[in-house]
Structures are given as structure tokens and as C-alpha cells.
């Protein structure tokens, strides 16, 4: 199955309606093939621009409270720029908020957004809030790579190479499972949910990655951008100590087969790398070294597809399938149904 960009609707939909504009002759990434947009300056550094949307999750109810909506928005954008290898200059945050404010709600809001850019060691440069029918957040994020650093794209994974995480998978899907399976439970796990951008992992590993791509539309469709842009398939290797523990036993309580949390949405924001094979044990004792979290997912196969790998036993994923479904189906449940109708299917060949 020779996986291509196009069969994902939202990439086709994008290439098609951009496919009339004129690139800038200092931008260096090409359409998807960078977390955030690079444009080349003269004294031979980059600045890296990145914009994003945070309203999905919201009306979806994944995250409902304020603060850690407020924190997410920055985390994201902040993530497009660890994806590339940026030093964050600062953010610009576009707010539309509901015509009949809450105080409360607000403030927390702002609150939320204080504290990401606190914790990630940056600012708020300006930017525009209006009111409206409904709330919508979006935030640009600004950085910089020096010249004496390349900047990190999704292009560059070969035959052979490995690939790393710099977390632990399904932090954003395990809200939205709890969400449909108990009450509680998301409640408590909402209250956990701080996403953090890996600029400061990229930062120290950086010599070692060939290509990145951030994880916050969850683990398949990174893997299968980088597998489209550098024509090789990825194997993923899943097991349960990529995940949190948590996570493993939720999954185990309700019969959800665990592999599926990384097919849908709400992501992790963690960094997915290639590393060249023959560099792999110096890359692991260095970031043992600087003490960062790294776990192996997969490696470069020849094939152009991804390969599950689940009790030793390889299955082709149909991926633009699986990335296509959730706008396919006209609810959650119906969403749910199809997952695990395909993993039924999967399993029993």
C-alpha cells in the first residue's frame, strides 16, 4: 500500500485550495513538509512561524476547563516550533470569546495561558480579541534557529533508520476514551492534562535527529506524513511501556484495544524522530546522559506503509482509512463503532 498524502482528506484539501499561491523565495520547507513555516534571513539564520486552532477538543469536550484549554492553546503552537529545532521568540494569541463573557471563565482562561508561557519560558507579544456566537482560539508562535544550527524538517528519514518518541503516547486520547467510558475519571485526568512542547529535548538531542514531526494529531498521522515525504513505511513496535500505566489499565478494564488511541485527534504533543541506525547507542547514552526521556517506536522499512506490530505478528494499517474516519462518521459512537470494527477485522486475517 504506497501511502500518499492525497488519500488523507485534509491534506488534499489543503494542496488543492493552495496549489495557486507563490512560495516566498527564502522559505525553505516546501507544503507539509515542516511543522512550522522557515524562512531564511540573511545573516543565515531561520525564523520559524507557526499558527494553530484550538477548538475541536472544546466543543468535542475533551477539555472543558478553561485554565487547561488557556494552556494547551500555548503548548501547541510552541510544539510546532520544537518540531523544528526553534528558540521561541514569543506568541501572538487571536482570541474570539462568547458575547456573554464569564468573569470567571475568562480569567481562568488567561490564567491558563499565563502559566504555559511561564513554564515555557516565553511571552505573549500581542495580538486580537473580539467577541462572538462562540469562543475560538488561535495562537501564532515566532521563533528563531541560528545559523550555526540547521533547522529540523520532516524530510530526511532513510532506509534503516530508527524512530524515538519523547514521551509517552495517548496523554491526549486517554481524555477523550474516559470521556465516552466515565465520568469521573475524566474529570480527574483533565485536571493532569498539561502538555508540555519538548523544546528543550530537541534542543539537547538535536545533533542526532534527522526529522521530526510533533504528535498532537496523535502518533498514525505523524508517522504517516514522515512515511509519504521520504517514501519508506514505518514498522511501528507497539507495546504497553509506551504508554502510561494508567492508560494500559484503563484499556485492559474496558476492552479497548490499546494501539487505536494513537489513530484519533487529540495527541500528546511529543516529538517523533528518526535517529540513523548506526548512531543509535551513542543518541541513547546521550540523552541517558542528559536525562531524557526517549522510547523506540519503530524503524524505516522499505515499503511506503505502516506496519502494527501486535503479539509478534506485522498487519498493514490502511491509514488515510483510519485518519479519514472521524469526519467520515456522523458521531462519536458511530466513530467508536467503526474503530473497533476495523480492529476486529485487522486482527482476524
Known amino acids: 500500500m504506497n501511502l500518499q498524502l492525497s488519500k488523507i482528506n485534509e491534506f488534499g484539501f489543503i494542496s488543492q485550495l493552495t496549489q495557486g499561491f507563490q512560495r516566498s523565495p527564502n522559505q525553505l520547507n516546501g507544503i507539509h513538509e515542516s511543522d512550522a513555516e522557515l524562512i531564511h ?19 468535542l469536550g475533551i477539555i472543558r476547563s478553561p485554565y487547561i484549554v488557556g494552556w494547551s492553546l500555548i503548548a501547541h503552537s510552541l510544539s510546532d516550533l520544537a518540531a523544528v529545532g526553534a528558540d521561541p521568540i514569543g506568541l501572538l494569541n487571536a482570541l474570539i470569546l462568547p458575547r456573554k463573557p ?9 490564567k491558563g495561558m499565563q502559566d504555559s508561557l511561564s513554564w515555557h519560558q516565553t511571552y505573549c507579544l500581542g495580538g486580537d480579541t473580539s467577541v462572538g456566537e462562540e469562543s475560538a482560539l488561535s495562537c501564532v508562535a515566532l521563533g528563531r534557529i541560528p545559523a550555526d544550527r540547521s533547522p529540523l524538517t520532516r524530510l530526511g528519514a532513510k532506509l534503516g533508520d530508527v524512530f524515538y518518541i ?18 469521573n475519571l475524566w474529570a480527574s485526568l483533565e485536571k493532569r492534562y498539561l502538555p508540555k512542547a519538548r523544546l528543550k529535548e530537541v534542543l539537547a538531542l538535536r545533533k542526532w535527529m534527522k526529522c521530526a514531526i510533533d504528535t498532537s494529531d496523535a502518533l498514525l498521522q505523524g508517522m504517516a506524513i514522515l512515511s509519504a515525504l521520504n517514501g519508506v513505511g514505518i514498522r511501528f513496535e507497539h ?3 509506551l504508554y502510561p500505566p494508567d492508560l494500559v489499565e484503563m484499556a485492559k478494564k474496558v476492552n ?10 487529540l495527541g500528546e504533543y511529543e516529538i517523533l524522530f528518526a535517529v540513523e541506525k548506526n548512531t543509535e547507542a551513542e543518541f541513547l547514552q546521550d540523552a541517558a546522559k542528559k536525562s531524557i526521556y526517549v522510547k523506540k517506536i519503530g524503524e524505516a522499512i522499505k515499503e511506503p506503509e505502516i506496519k502494527l506490530v501486535l503479539n509478534n505478528r506485522d498487519y498493514t494499517l490502511d491509514a488515510p482509512y483510519l485518519l479519514n474516519l472521524l469526519g467520515q462518521t456522523s458521531s462519536i459512537d458511530e466513530y467508536y463503532q467503526k474503530l473497533m470494527e476495523y480492529h476486529a477485522k485487522l486482527i482476524s486475517r
Open 256 to 265: 479497548f484495544p490499546l494501539w487505536t488511541i494513537n489513530t484519533f485527534g
Open 102 to 110: 464569564e468573569k470567571e471563565w475568562n480569567e481562568n482562561l488567561f
Open 166 to 183: 519523547t514521551g509517552p503516547l495517548g496523554l491526549g486520547n486517554q481524555l477523550a476514551v474516559a470521556k465516552r467510558i466515565d465520568a
Open 239 to 241: 507495546r504497553d511501556e
Open 41 to 59: 534571513q540573511t545573516d543565515g539564520s531561520y525564523i520559524a512561524i507557526t499558527i494553530d486552532t484550538l477548538l475541536e477538543e472544546y466543543k
